[in-house]
């Protein structure tokens, strides 16, 4: 909403004390106090999404990009040379006893290493991105060029499979829509360094569908020089607003060099929030107010503990009657406070078990959750 320049009032609601929620609001909003001076960003006189509904953008499938597939993810490796071992920080570790790659549920899609090159075997699952000029000295299996918009156009080499071309709200012309229009290989990356990124990347989404370009987008930004604890603010925001809209087939996020896990787990809950790409669990907790009738933060640790493996299982935790029920009305499982360390359990919005005694009531709701088929064990247990 900040984005689109609606509301004048912030809350910031955490399952922490409440005097960690003002900082993340002074964050959020300290972004809009000059955001009128953005660079100018052409008019949309023709507007295709319909902003009361969900649809989501029709795309070609090039290779697992756009058509029917979840929004794929890249990690950025250009700026040093990557090791085996790093790729545990994206979702990849290697056994050497058992020689396989062994993959979390966080594990990205893409590489890209810009003019690097890997000593090692990659996962059959991962594919890797060379600048143009490097790929087309390798060409490796899993491999595929990125190009700035005038170099595909010249390019004597294309891979026949999948192509990049990363374009800004410059160069991303109606030529050059219309010279691609049929080619079935090409994604487009849409980079931009706008203040207001956002709308500037829509705007190209929008030039694309107006053109009847069917070709796949993927969202980059970057955020060198940006703190760790910003990172967890800003690219879901930027890229947030967008993907709600049904718009995008994978997101970019470029930072400092040893933030890559952060950035790879950040990029995932992203697509996680807008509901795009489920990658674990989920928890729906209110923040602790003086009706809540247990340690809401302890419960939520304890809860998520145990259930945190349980991918696509959304859980709510409220800390009271009043108004736990609404807020997690889309909520697989919920956990209410009824009465001073009673509890209540929910399948969906019906009461399943009543005034149960907190100390059980954990083990209660992981029976329940077995009960109805939603249960799987953890991995290595």
Same mark, same amino acid.
Request: glycine share 8%; aromatic share 8%; hydrophobic share 35%.
């Given at each position: 909403?900040?984005?689109?320049?609606?509301?004048?009032?912030?809350?910031?609601?955490?399952?922490? +004390?409440?005097?960690?929620?003002?900082?993340?609001? #002074?964050?959020?909003?300290?972004?809009?106090?000059?955001?009128?001076?953005?660079? *100018?960003?052409?008019?949309?006189?023709?507007? *295709?999404?319909?902003?009361?509904?969900?649809?989501?953008?029709?795309?070609?499938?090039?290779?697992?990009?756009?058509?029917?597939?979840?929004?794929?993810?890249?990690?950025?490796?250009?700026?040093?040379?990557?090791?085996?071992?790093?790729?545990?920080?994206?979702?990849?570790?290697?056994?050497?006893? /058992?020689?396989?790659?062994? @993959?979390?549920?966080?594990?990205?899609?893409?590489?890209?290493?810009?003019?690097?090159?890997?000593?090692?075997?990659? *996962?059959?699952?991962?594919?890797?991105?060379? $600048?143009?000029?490097?790929?087309?000295?390798?060409?490796?299996?899993?491999?595929?060029?990125?190009?700035?918009?005038?170099?595909?156009?010249?390019?004597?080499?294309?891979?026949?499979?999948?192509?990049?071309?990363?374009?800004?709200? $410059?160069?991303?012309?109606?030529?050059?829509?219309?010279?691609?229009?049929?080619?079935?290989?090409?994604?487009?990356?849409?980079?931009?360094?706008? @203040?207001?990124?956002?709308?500037?990347?829509?705007?190209?989404?929008?030039?694309? @569908?107006?053109?009847?370009?069917?070709?796949?987008?993927?969202?980059?930004?970057?955020?060198?020089?940006?703190?760790?604890?910003?990172?967890?603010?800003?690219? *879901?925001?930027? @890229?947030?607003?967008?993907?709600?809209?049904?718009?995008?087939?994978?997101?970019?996020?470029?930072?400092?060099?040893?933030?890559?896990? /952060?950035?790879?787990?950040?990029?995932?809950?992203?697509?996680?929030?807008?509901?795009?790409?489920?990658?674990?669990? +989920?928890?729906?907790?209110?923040?602790?107010?003086? #009706?809540?009738?247990?340690?809401?933060?302890?419960?939520?640790?304890?809860?998520?503990?145990?259930?945190?493996?349980?991918?696509?299982?959304?859980?709510?935790?409220?800390?009271?009657?009043?108004?736990?029920?609404? +807020?997690?009305?889309?909520?697989?499982?919920?956990?209410?406070?009824?009465?001073?360390?009673?509890?209540?359990?929910?399948?969906?919005?019906?009461?399943? +078990?009543?005034?149960?005694?907190?100390?059980?009531?954990?083990?209660?709701?992981?029976? /329940?959750?077995?009960?109805?088929?939603?249960?799987?064990?953890?991995?290595?247990?």
């Amino acid at each position: 909403m900040l984005e689109d320049g609606i509301g004048d009032t912030v809350r910031v609601s955490l399952t922490e +004390e409440p005097e960690f929620e003002i900082p993340v609001a #002074r964050e959020l909003v300290a972004r809009y106090e000059n955001r009128g001076s953005h660079e *100018p960003i052409e008019e949309i006189r023709e507007y *295709p999404i319909t902003p009361y509904a969900h649809h989501k953008r029709t795309t070609r499938q090039v290779l697992n990009i756009g058509g029917g597939n979840v929004p794929r993810v890249f990690a950025d490796y250009a700026s040093a040379a990557l090791k085996a071992e790093d790729l545990k920080s994206v979702g990849y570790e290697y056994s050497t006893e /058992l020689d396989k790659w062994n @993959m979390s549920d966080l594990a990205c899609d893409f590489l890209y290493l810009g003019m690097n090159d890997l000593d090692f075997e990659i *996962p059959g699952t991962l594919g890797i991105v060379n $600048d143009y000029k490097h790929w087309k000295t390798v060409q490796k299996e899993l491999s595929y060029p990125l190009y700035c918009a005038d170099e595909y156009l010249d390019a004597e080499e294309k891979s026949a499979v999948l192509n990049f071309i990363v374009v800004n709200s $410059d160069n991303l012309t109606g030529q050059l829509i219309e010279a691609v229009l049929d080619d079935t290989t090409v994604v487009f990356v849409l980079s931009t360094e706008n @203040m207001h990124g956002m709308a500037e990347q829509r705007r190209m989404i929008v030039k694309l @569908m107006n053109k009847g370009s069917t070709a796949p987008v993927i969202l980059k930004r970057s955020y060198k020089g940006v703190p760790a604890a910003n990172l967890l603010i800003y690219p *879901p925001t930027d @890229m947030g607003s967008i993907l709600i809209d049904g718009l995008g087939d994978g997101v970019w996020l470029d930072s400092d060099a040893g933030q890559e896990e /952060l950035s790879n787990a950040v990029q995932f809950g992203t697509l996680q929030a807008t509901r795009t790409r489920i990658s674990k669990t +989920e928890y729906i907790s209110c923040p602790s107010c003086g #009706r809540t009738l247990f340690d809401l933060q302890q419960t939520t640790a304890k809860i998520r503990a145990r259930t945190d493996h349980l991918k696509g299982v959304k859980i709510g935790i409220m800390g009271c009657i009043v108004n736990g029920p609404g +807020e997690m009305a889309d909520a697989d499982y919920g956990y209410v406070g009824t009465g001073v360390d009673k509890i209540t359990l929910y399948k969906g919005q019906e009461v399943v +078990e009543r005034n149960i005694p907190a100390e059980s009531a954990v083990d209660s709701l992981i029976g /329940l959750i077995k009960e109805h088929g939603d249960w799987v064990d953890k991995p290595n247990t």
